[in-house]
């Protein structure tokens, strides 16, 4: 399984959520969020073994996705991570005014296609939702079509007329894909 490294402060929203998911996967989360301690297992050797070898794992899982290596004398995969999480989660007001700076200033790249652009937009509203569950799926969609260039000017007028039911972020991203085909066979 690749997922990209913890390189930084901007990639750490992303990274923690995957490293997440990768824990879940792997039946492995309760070691790195503290709620299976290795002091629970009590004098039992066999339970004691198991732990240790499942907090190896997620260290190795920890690891393997940094960039840096602040965590050299970090013992167990929760220190690991709340480690990281100190150096690289940033202070959540500064960071939402740098997200919310980041998503009103984004222009178009014409030298991008749609999805390129979109998926940027996409990933300043998701690290904002991170930090602000409040951040919905409709400013992202409004904001994908403010960016849109002249080109798609009538996808606008379409998308405004298009039934609430059926305004998500997958059909905008889909009708715009589509329309990006279509607009490349006209010219």
């Given at each position: 399984m690749h997922l990209p490294k913890l390189k930084d402060a901007d990639s750490f929203?992303?990274?923690?959520?995957?490293?997440?998911?990768?824990?879940?996967?792997?039946e492995l989360i309760n070691i790195v969020d503290g709620s299976d301690l290795l002091s629970d297992q009590g004098r039992d050797k066999e339970n004691t073994r198991?732990?240790?070898?499942?907090?190896?794992?997620?260290?190795?899982?920890?690891?393997r996705r940094i960039e840096k290596t602040h965590i050299v004398t970090c013992t167990t995969a929760k220190e690991m991570y709340d480690t990281l999480k100190q150096i690289y989660q940033r202070d959540t007001s500064q960071q939402k005014c740098?997200?919310?700076?980041?998503?009103?200033?984004?222009?178009?790249d014409k030298t991008k296609d749609i999805m390129t652009n979109i998926s940027h937009v996409q990933n300043i509203a998701f690290k904002l939702?991170?930090?602000?569950?409040?951040?919905?799926?409709?400013?992202?969609?409004?904001?994908?079509?403010?960016?849109?260039?002249?080109?798609?000017?009538?996808?606008?007028?379409?998308?405004?007329?298009?039934?609430?039911?059926d305004r998500t972020l997958d059909n905008q991203v889909a009708r715009l894909m589509l329309e990006e085909v279509k607009c490349k066979m006209t010219k």
């Amino acid at each position: 399984m690749h997922l990209p490294k913890l390189k930084d402060a901007d990639s750490f929203p992303l990274w923690d959520f995957e490293i997440k998911i990768l824990m879940r996967a792997e039946e492995l989360i309760n070691i790195v969020d503290g709620s299976d301690l290795l002091s629970d297992q009590g004098r039992d050797k066999e339970n004691t073994r198991k732990w240790k070898m499942r907090d190896a794992k997620c260290q190795y899982y920890i690891v393997r996705r940094i960039e840096k290596t602040h965590i050299v004398t970090c013992t167990t995969a929760k220190e690991m991570y709340d480690t990281l999480k100190q150096i690289y989660q940033r202070d959540t007001s500064q960071q939402k005014c740098l997200l919310v700076q980041d998503l009103y200033t984004f222009k178009y790249d014409k030298t991008k296609d749609i999805m390129t652009n979109i998926s940027h937009v996409q990933n300043i509203a998701f690290k904002l939702r991170q930090l602000n569950p409040n951040v919905d799926e409709n400013m992202t969609m409004t904001k994908i079509t403010t960016i849109l260039p002249e080109d798609y000017k009538h996808f606008s007028t379409a998308w405004d007329s298009t039934a609430t039911v059926d305004r998500t972020l997958d059909n905008q991203v889909a009708r715009l894909m589509l329309e990006e085909v279509k607009c490349k066979m006209t010219k």
